[in-house]
């Protein structure tokens, strides 16, 4: 009786532990996402806009995120880091194609995404329930 609830509590730990580690772990790649995203954003809404310099920060941001997604993908969605990869595709057409509008409203959708992202896999009761 007592190894079967001595197991049961060491798999809740583990649980737990193992929450905590991802969700730290996802905050603090939605954080540098976003600080990569508003350093681009500064540069898309700028009145004198480089495509030059927009798409250099534009690259640093896919590169960070295709650094991002191989360790994400263990434990989120497939589904939520595809929508930030549509997101960051589409940003970078509209950064090529010079219309900085459309690219500061898809900056604006792939900032909701990861912030979304974040808050569904924070240990909540909204989302236990």
């Known amino acids: 009786m007592y190894k079967e609830i001595i197991i049961c509590i060491v798999v809740i730990a583990l649980i737990a532990v193992g929450n905590i580690i991802t969700q730290n772990n996802t905050v603090k790649i939605v954080d540098e996402m976003k600080s990569n995203l508003e350093v681009l954003q500064e540069e898309v809404t700028k009145e004198t806009a480089s495509k030059e310099k927009a798409k250099q920060k534009m690259q640093k941001v896919q590169k960070a995120w295709n650094d991002y997604y191989e360790t994400m993908a263990y434990y989120i969605e497939h589904d939520e880091l595809e929508k930030v990869g549509t ?3 589409k ?3 509209d950064i090529e194609m010079e ?5 500061a409203e898809n900056l604006s959708n792939c900032t909701f ?3 979304h992202i974040k808050d569904k ?3 909540k009761i909204v989302n236990i329930f």
């Open 113 to 115: 995404i990861l912030e």
């Open 121 to 123: 896999s924070a240990l």
């Open 87 to 89: 997101e960051l595709t």
């Open 91 to 93: 940003l970078g057409s």
């Open 99 to 103: 219309e900085y509008s459309m690219a």
